[in-house]
């Protein structure tokens, strides 16, 4: 049961991943396209590649000839991963969930168009012109994201004339890869974003954990929280949907199924073929195995009879502040550590820069406790940790 895990991206997931694994003994190379990265400090090897790069992700496949090769972010050149499959190695989930998620394109037309998921309404633009025209069909305000991006990088909101031109040029230069076209998506009326962790596995059936609520600034994620309110109908209907994807994907591992609920019901929004960033809550001991521990087990194939609520629990991004340094200083710690039913995990990144993420505050109390009250409680810790 000993596999050699090839992780392609080393960022907090990535490092909260290798901990899991190596907590059952598996042997990890962290690659990543910089070095100490946050996956590399904890992992038995690391490698430093521009994973755009076919002939580089090539060599490091060859050099290591890993069991299992998992990637972690977007930025990938994914198509390689099918030459991977027909050598024999295993690619989670799959080489074709990697590829249709990676890119928001074949992911909105599977959901849409294939399966008959409900989604807002949305066109593509590759020109200014195009992007004129499509904000013009869509109506404002529409929310607009490169084909290929994390953490809101290009995300923007198109509110009114005046923002058409910015929200292109943010969108088409905020993008990973080499995608020229953007997606502009009509803006759904929703009362609560949540996050379905979706669970396949190889010789079981598909398990969802209990819903996370979660709130984002700027496209990212910022807050997240275990349980979420939702009706019986909705989260049926959400699991309904969130199966059907998985399993016209393919693959075994953990899923961030991401659904707007609004009045009319509940819409696809985005799938991650991974750990989820709002998932960072099941840090806070909210489950029997928390979404890193899930994801490494359906993987390896080892059986998961249940996924069972424990707490209740809410997190809490730590952000950078507004100067860049390749020296990050941490202060406030001693006090965000006073709180009760609480904890901190920092990411353990070389540098910061403007909003960029740097840890996550994270409180939990009984299953029945209230997720507001937790929500201001891990936001008054995260609070306290300063980072410049």
């Known amino acids: 049961m000993i596999k050699k895990i090839l992780l392609l991206g080393s960022g907090e997931l990535g490092k909260e991943f290798v901990i899991a694994a190596k907590r059952l003994g598996q042997y990890v190379i962290a690659v990543d396209s910089y070095n100490n990265a946050p996956a590399q400090q904890v992992a038995d090897e690391r490698e430093v590649i521009n994973m755009l790069s076919g002939d580089e992700l090539d060599k490091i496949v060859a050099k290591h000839e890993p069991n299992i090769i998992v990637p972690e972010i977007e930025a990938i050149r994914t198509e390689r991963f099918y030459d991977y499959e027909k050598q024999g190695y295993q690619v989670v989930p799959s080489a074709r969930a990697a590829n249709f998620t990676m890119n928001r394109k074949a992911i909105r037309d599977l959901a849409a168009k294939e399966l008959g998921l409900k989604t807002a309404p949305y066109k593509y633009a590759s020109t200014l012109d195009d992007f004129r025209s499509a904000v013009k069909e869509i109506g404002t305000p529409c929310v607009v994201k490169p084909l290929m991006s994390s953490s809101g990088k290009g995300q923007s909101v198109i509110k009114n004339e005046d923002d058409i031109d910015k929200a292109w040029e943010y969108a088409s230069t905020g993008g990973r890869g080499d995608y020229n076209e953007v997606i502009i998506e009509g ?6 974003e949540i996050t379905l ?6 010789n079981g059936k598909t398990l969802f954990c209990p819903p996370i609520g979660h709130r984002q600034e700027r496209g990212d994620y910022q807050e997240s929280w275990q349980p979420c309110a939702i009706s019986p109908e909705h989260l049926s209907e959400a699991q309904m949907m969130a199966d059907k994807v998985t399993r016209a994907l393919t693959g075994f591992g953990i899923w961030g199924v991401e659904f707007f609920l609004a009045s009319d019901g509940v819409y696809f929004s985005e799938l991650s073929p991974r750990p989820h960033d709002t998932g960072m809550v099941t840090l806070a001991g909210t489950q029997n195995f928390n979404e890193f521990e899930l994801h490494l087990r359906a993987i390896l194939g080892l059986d998961i009879p249940e996924i069972t609520l ?8 730590v952000l950078a502040g507004d ?3 390749n020296q ?4 406030g710690l001693e006090d965000a550590a006073k709180y009760p039913k609480s904890d901190i995990k920092i990411f353990g990144k070389p540098n910061t820069r403007r909003y960029r993420r740097m840890g996550v505050a994270l409180a939990n109390d009984s299953p029945d ?3 507001d009250e937790l929500r201001k409680k891990a936001k008054e810790i995260a609070g306290k940790i300063n980072v410049n």
Do not use: C, H, M
């Not at 962790?197 to 190889?202: A, E, G, N, R, S």
């Not at 990050?328 to 202060?331: D, F, H, K």
């Open 310 to 317: 424990e707490r209740a629990g809410a997190s809490a991004v």
């Open 197 to 202: 962790l979706t669970v396949t596995q190889k």
């Open 328 to 331: 990050p200083v941490y202060t």
């Open 323 to 325: 100067d860049n340094s």
């Open 187 to 192: 803006f759904i009326n929703f009362f609560t």
């Open 369 to 371: 406790a209230s997720t």
